[in-house]
């Protein structure tokens, strides 16, 4: 009793930002493993939003999707590796490039056992080829957003990431599904994956303790 009391904490982050999520995406990938059709709600959501389609919005989340991936997640996680790297923030450098190259191994490891494929109820403005599941500009989007947070937490900066980070984050999931190159259920397993592996990552390598802190626990 006293540990949990202790640590509870350390327990509660472990159950929100690990296991939880972790659940909701074993639930996802054993579903969409047994049972090709996926969820009787993905194809009723793609046809609603489907329905808004015009030609100017079709512009418009072709080019912002881009964001989620190559335009956008990547050079900002790129400048922001570079400063913890030039700022000799070596944990919270560790932290971000671990998060983030994992996220893609998760990421492709999963589409490629997984081998779902994308909806394909319209065409396209903007099509894929691979596998769907789970989606890959939900999990970087989430997985940046995610590590910043971590990585803010406690600064000035936090609630601008949250707010702003929520926002683009949903926007990316909006354009996957705006597009028909995902099921919704792919963009809900992306993230749910991202926030655990991004909460998992901080609890091992703790990128907000400093050399000095570590020290002064081990004595």
Do not use: C
């Amino acid at each position: 009793m006293h540990f949990i009391t202790a640590h509870r904490t350390s327990l509660l982050l472990l159950l929100i930002g690990v296991f939880l999520p972790l659940k909701v995406f074993g639930e996802l990938a054993e579903e969409i493993w047994e049972n090709e059709g996926g969820f009787p709600w993905d194809v009723p959501i793609l046809l609603a939003i489907h329905s808004t389609a015009q030609p100017q919005l079709d512009v418009f989340a072709s080019t912002l999707t881009k964001l989620g991936v190559f335009w956008g997640v990547f050079p900002v996680a790129s400048v922001i590796s570079l400063n913890l790297f030039i700022q000799r923030q070596w944990r919270k450098f560790a932290y971000l490039i671990t998060t983030l190259l994992g996220s893609i191994i998760i990421n492709r490891t999963a589409k490629v056992l997984l081998h779902r494929v994308r909806p394909h109820l319209w065409e396209s403005p903007s099509p894929e080829f691979d596998y769907g599941f789970p989606s890959g500009h939900a999990m970087s989007s989430m997985t940046l957003v995610a590590a910043l947070l971590i990585l803010t937490r406690g600064s000035r900066w936090f609630w601008l990431v949250l707010i702003v980070g929520s926002l683009f984050v949903l926007a990316i999931g909006w354009t996957r599904l705006y597009l028909g190159v995902h099921y919704p259920s792919d963009i809900l397993a992306g993230w749910t994956a991202s926030i655990a592996w991004a909460t998992g990552v901080s609890m091992l390598l703790k990128p907000h303790r400093s050399k000095r802190t570590s020290l002064e626990r081990e004595v």
